[in-house]
């Protein structure tokens, strides 16, 4: 099946460093997602992404909507503790599926 | 408001055991969808609904039943269980209209012995 290639699959960061992360895909999108999933707990959305070429940002989370149509990236900036976790993206293929891809787990060394 | 509720949490069932995976939103969503997670491979789509009476297979429906008789709840049925269908289930629901943005419950872990 589809999925989205999403970029790197693990990092491993100090305490106010900057995060970069990405995804491909082969298939255009209309709609570009990032959701953050805590430990025992589902995906739960951070940005959401509707036109291309969009540069959107939610605190210190910024997130671009690739002009192709088929990629984007999240940056968090200065990270904290509370950022650790699995970073999803997901392509929004016509009113609600969703296709993800693989994840980032990101670890935070204090 | 409850937002999306999964319950079970946790299950472990036998090979061939039935199980009906339950799923309730407090939303007035009109679409509804069950995910599953496996490591390494995000979020695959089993079915969806984008309203009461009507259903449609995802990326991975095989082994999988929905029905959908209130906009409430959306039931994910496993008839005969097979330890491939061991994973972590999500069900999500989003208003309708396009680019809404889905809500996650947080999950039932099922294992299959």
């Known amino acids: 099946g589809q999925q989205l290639n999403q970029s790197p699959q693990s990092m491993f960061i100090q305490e106010g460093e900057d995060v970069s992360m990405n995804c491909t895909s082969s298939s255009i999108f209309n709609t570009w997602l990032w959701y953050k999933q805590d430990p025992g707990e589902g995906p739960v959305l951070l940005i959401a992404l509707y036109k291309a070429g969009e540069l959107t940002s939610n605190g210190r989370l910024t997130a671009q909507f690739g002009i192709t149509r088929k990629d984007s990236f999240l940056n968090i900036s200065a990270s904290i503790p509370s950022d650790v976790g699995i970073y999803f993206c997901?392509?929004?293929?016509?009113?609600?599926?969703?296709?993800f891809g693989q994840g980032t787990r990101l670890t935070i060394n204090p | 408001n409850a937002g999306v509720t999964q319950t079970p949490k946790f299950q472990v069932l036998k090979t061939g055991q039935s199980m009906t995976l339950q799923c309730a939103q407090d939303?007035?969503?009109?679409?509804m969808s069950w995910y599953r997670q496996d490591p390494g491979m995000g979020l695959r789509l089993i079915h969806y609904?984008?309203?009461?009476?009507?259903?449609d297979q995802g990326e991975v429906p095989n082994g999988y039943n929905v029905s959908r008789s209130t906009t409430e709840d959306f039931p994910l049925r496993l008839l005969s269980a097979a330890p491939s269908q061991t994973s972590v289930y999500f069900c999500?629901?989003?208003?309708?209209?396009?680019?809404?943005?889905?809500?996650f419950g947080d999950g039932t872990r099922l294992s299959i012995l």
């Open positions: 999500a629901s989003t208003m309708a209209g396009s680019n809404q943005p889905q809500h």
């Open positions: 997901a392509g929004l293929q016509g009113a609600q599926k969703l296709v």
């Open positions: 939303m007035n969503h009109e679409y």
């Open positions: 609904s984008v309203g009461a009476g009507i259903t």
